[in-house]
């Protein structure tokens, strides 16, 4: 199989979720091509589960991304990857802690995947350590994190891509291109949502740590517990101390696309409100029932997301809609269309067939940020760190609104972001704990 075959054939082709796999190293050990040291970039990964595995496959398709150093909590993730990436003859240095990563001089980027509560603190020090970053999203935690991160790559200058990867896809942009041009009229409402499948998620008993697991450095700035396993890897992400539920992990991916659109800022204010109605007595501590309501001048946008069933909006289990007085664009991962308003029977604009996906936006974001990375231009990418933080503090926003019981009034008009509420305003700002501290930018 050639190189040009091999990655059209592995681009991502499913509608629906649109699933994005690592790929095998057997495959890319038949792409990959020998490149002067001269033209290598090294690359670290934090956080070599999930995510952060897909990632770096995804780099290594370009033959001068060299994987130098890994570091995981997990003794038993750093041998499994360590035995895939010998099969491509590549002999990472391996780590627990990320700061002596972030010390080796042959480690040139930096992907972040760890658990949300560590985006900040890896991102910052990363940035400081004069390294190029490709981060996980959500871009941060809390909304005071969000900020503090936009401040560290600008200090450093950094490159920083946020792996909102819709931004790179080519139907996105065709999308948000038809919604900019005005064809659907004044646009008043705009919708995102995620209709999930994810089943119940049993109580489970603290227990010992696992053999070869550094759990104070997992928990680093979190709150110390016990360990329990289903605060731990994949699903950590429905707990408040590490993440924000499935408002965070879609939230920040289908929201962008409205904010995109719509070229939006800041909202004025946000409400919510939410639940565990579809799973009642669950372990979750983030709702699987959830609504947001965001007011700008000139429109509005709702989100909205719920667990044990598909049969979302439009028919589709996850998308957008920009609803205009002209027609409905809907876009997701599989496509985008465009439904025409009905005036007297007759369409009041042409309608546009579903115009599917055809590339892999994974690959085009990180093929764009290592462009970016050679050019050591930050104006370059696609899904810079700023992008990130906007939506992750939308997104943050939505779940303050709910967790408050406030409607939040939002004040963006200073430095930093700001909520007339009492309750919510305690809810911006992380605590860390364990000796860890906010960094200082």
């Known amino acids: ?44 990964l934090i956080g070599c589960n999930g995510m952060g595995w897909v990632n770096l496959t995804s780099m290594l398709k370009m033959s001068e991304m060299q994987c130098v150093a890994l570091c995981d909590v997990d003794d038993s993730v750093l041998e499994s990857r360590m035995a895939e990436l010998a099969k491509i003859n590549l002999k990472p240095t391996i780590h627990k802690d990320y700061r002596k990563l972030l010390a080796q001089k042959d480690v040139d980027v930096v992907i972040v995947a760890t658990p949300d509560h560590w985006h900040c603190l890896i991102m910052v020090d990363a940035c400081a350590a004069g390294k190029q970053v490709y981060l996980e999203k ?31 896809q080519q139907h996105f942009k065709a999308a948000v291109a038809y919604v900019q041009s005005g064809k659907l009229g004044g646009i008043s409402q705009t919708k995102a949502w995620m209709y999930s499948v994810h089943g119940m998620l049993a109580p489970k008993p603290n227990a010992a740590v696992p053999a070869g697991v550094d759990y104070a450095q997992w928990l680093g700035p979190a709150q110390r517990r016990e360990y329990n396993r289903n605060r731990f890897h994949y699903s950590f992400r429905w707990y408040w101390d590490y993440a924000g539920g499935l408002m965070t992990d879609w939230g920040v991916h289908l929201i962008d696309i409205v904010l995109w659109g719509m070229k939006a800022g800041d909202p004025k204010s946000v409400a919510g409100m939410g639940g565990h109605f579809a799973y009642p007595t669950d372990d979750r501590e983030t709702p699987d029932t959830q609504t947001a309501l965001y007011n700008y001048d000139g429109f509005q946008m709702t989100w909205e997301h719920s667990m044990g069933r598909r049969n979302g909006l439009y028919g589709q289990d996850h998308g957008v809609s920009f609803i205009g007085e002209l027609g409905t664009l809907v876009v997701n991962r599989g496509g985008w269309e465009v439904r025409p308003e009905m005036d007297d029977k007759k369409p009041k604009l042409e309608a546009v067939a579903w115009q599917p996906q055809t590339d892999n936006g994974l690959d085009l974001h990180t093929q764009n940020f290592v462009a970016a ?8 990418l696609n899904c810079s760190i700023d992008v990130g933080a906007t939506v992750a503090k939308h997104c943050h926003l939505g779940n303050v609104a709910l967790r408050s019981g406030e409607t939040l009034l939002v004040d963006s008009t200073g430095a930093q972001l700001k909520v007339a509420n009492k309750t919510a305003n305690t809810l911006l700002k992380p605590i860390y704990h364990n000796g860890w501290k906010h960094p200082n930018v």
Do not use: C, H
């Not at 941060?140 to 450093?156: L, Q």
């Open 373 to 380: 990375v050679k050019a050591k231009n930050p104006a370059l």
């Open 138 to 168: 959500p871009a941060s935690n809390s909304v005071a994190e969000a900020e503090w991160m936009v401040k560290a790559a600008n200090k450093y200058g950094s490159v920083v891509q946020v792996n909102q990867w819709q931004r790179s």
């Open 1 to 44: 199989m050639n190189r040009r075959l091999f990655l059209r054939n592995t681009g991502i082709t499913g509608l629906g979720l649109g699933a994005l796999v690592a790929i095998p190293m057997e495959v890319l050990a038949g792409v990959r091509q020998w490149v002067s040291p001269n033209d290598r970039i090294g690359v670290g």
